[in-house]
């Protein structure tokens, strides 16, 4: 496509794993890169930040609307150029940073839950001597140092947050509308800039806005004791339960690493599931965790102003059984999140159902699912568009490698997507085979995630044969073994018992 080639220009949104992974292997595939991040530095949700992010809304908002409020264009300054540095500093807000570049999940105690001979980039190896479970801290400094290996440091605007992408009126490229936090002697300032790309690449990941159940009366107990309902997204540390009952609700990663945290530290732990397919199994959760059943609704509580530390919460949760659960001190909802990409706001259809979606749309109401991505990575109506990461129940690292040289293939010119008609048909028959909804974009049956990286490296190699490219290697025998072995580890304890 005429679209593409070397020397474009390409935003990449987030300098996490994913997007120091695109950008890397963009750079090396000579194309201009500048890579956003709304935060001080890289690493996404592997940077630990004490801060706890503000509450988001009692139940969920839209999913267009994110976890930031997006400005309005020219609200901070003219556009384009770009501001004089000796433009003046109001006060300083001390709330600012917060709500400009809300903090992330990361919380102190997050270890990898997938070995590191499995989670490893293509960029580079772990350092000599690196563990299979390793601390948040390694795992940051492992992508910021692929980032400052390949480049990918020099060419990112940090305390840089994209508030609108927007195709360019004349039909060529992308208009990318970013707002800056300055700081100077103490104080700060937002300033807007206004860009042109032709290429864009999204890589801000899958862990921004909480997902916020709408239990009937959850949103008046998160009023009359806003700090005792926590989503698992302001978890920090365990301490803070010191003693207390703590209702978990949820039975994900996030959920299963709260639970073992609080062994030893909270007086008794619930922990809330639906039964779903993907509930962590009790066998594997600390004998002391008590399961129990879904939420029916947390009943009307008592105004008790001065509610004291060591006292509950003077209400009572009834649970679909007929259950109820009462004198407790903390609930933490890890109950997910949305899907949601503030800034392409205009993709969204937020009243639309998920069955519903368009040929256009890119997320409906549900907040579950992209919709028309061909590979999970291009947008099928406007392929100068892509997404990174967007697969789960994978091994990230690993996996956005193989992700990213393919982009770069592509967006270099190297190797050719189908016609529009070509995706559209392709994606409608993986919607017919999977049906639409998060699992769509999972990875996790068999063969499916070494099946993906193979079908995905085989059509660039295509094409790259033909222009006498080297070929993009799939996974390495030595690594799809340790995958299997690993798989067949989390199976058996998945399953209590060992495969035949």
Request: hydrophobic share 35%; with cysteine.
């Amino acid at each position: 496509m005429a679209h593409f080639g070397p020397g474009r220009t390409v935003a990449v949104i987030g300098a996490g794993i994913g997007g120091v992974s695109a950008a890397a292997y963009l750079l090396k595939e000579g194309l201009s890169v500048t890579v956003f991040e709304r935060s001080s530095v890289g690493g996404g949700i592997w940077h630990f930040d004490e801060r706890i992010p503000a509450d988001p809304p009692y139940p969920n908002q839209r999913p267009s609307l994110g976890d930031y409020q997006v400005s309005q264009r020219g609200e901070f300054g003219s556009p384009t150029p770009p501001p004089e540095p000796s433009a003046g500093y109001p006060d300083s807000d001390p709330d600012i940073e917060l709500r400009f570049a809300p903090p992330g999940p990361c919380y102190a105690g997050l270890k990898n839950n997938i070995p590191t001979s499995v989670l490893v980039s293509s960029l580079g190896p772990w350092p000599e001597g690196t563990e299979q479970k390793i601390s948040q801290e390694l795992a940051e400094r492992y992508i910021q140092g692929l980032a400052t290996l390949h480049g990918v440091t020099a060419v990112t605007q940090v305390h840089t947050r994209v508030d609108e992408v927007k195709a360019s009126p004349d039909g060529g490229g992308w208009e990318v509308r970013t707002v800056s936090l300055e700081k100077r002697h103490g104080a700060a300032r937002l300033r807007e800039r206004l860009w042109h790309f032709d290429l864009v690449v999204v890589a801000t990941g899958h862990y921004c806005t909480p997902r916020i159940p709408g239990f009937v009366g959850l949103k008046e107990w998160k009023a009359a004791f806003p700090n005792r309902i926590i989503h698992s997204k302001q978890y920090r540390r365990p301490q803070r339960f010191q003693g207390q009952n703590v209702l978990i609700i949820g039975a994900g990663v996030s959920s299963s690493d709260i639970c073992r945290e609080l062994v030893g530290i909270a007086n008794k732990v619930y922990q809330s599931v639906r039964g779903g397919a993907y509930d962590t199994p009790i066998h594997m959760l600390p004998e002391s965790t008590i399961r129990v059943g879904p939420i029916e609704e947390f009943q009307p509580v008592s105004n008790e102003d001065n509610l004291l530390p060591h006292q509950p919460i003077p209400g009572q949760i009834l649970l679909k059984d007929g259950q109820i659960l009462q004198d407790i001190h903390a609930v933490v909802l890890a109950t997910g999140y949305i899907t949601s990409y503030p800034f392409l706001s205009h993709l969204h259809s937020d009243d639309t159902a998920l069955d519903e979606a368009d040929e256009n749309i890119l997320i409906t109401s549900d907040g579950e699912m992209v919709h028309n991505l061909h590979k999970d990575i291009f947008y099928i109506p406007n392929p100068t568009l892509a997404f990174m990461g967007v697969p789960y129940h994978a091994a990230a690292f690993t996996l956005f490698g193989f992700q990213a040289q393919v982009l770069a293939r592509v967006f270099a010119g190297k190797a050719r997507l189908p016609s529009r008609a070509e995706m559209v048909e392709e994606y409608k028959k993986k919607v017919e085979e999977k049906g639409r909804g998060r699992s769509f974009h999972s990875l996790a049956g068999p063969g499916a995630e070494v099946g993906y990286v193979r079908e995905i490296v085989e059509w660039v190699n295509r094409d790259g044969e033909a222009l006498g490219e080297p070929k993009v290697a799939a996974h390495a025998e030595e690594w799809v073994k340790e995958y299997d072995q690993f798989k067949t580890r989390i199976t058996e304890e998945w399953f209590g018992k060992k495969l035949e």
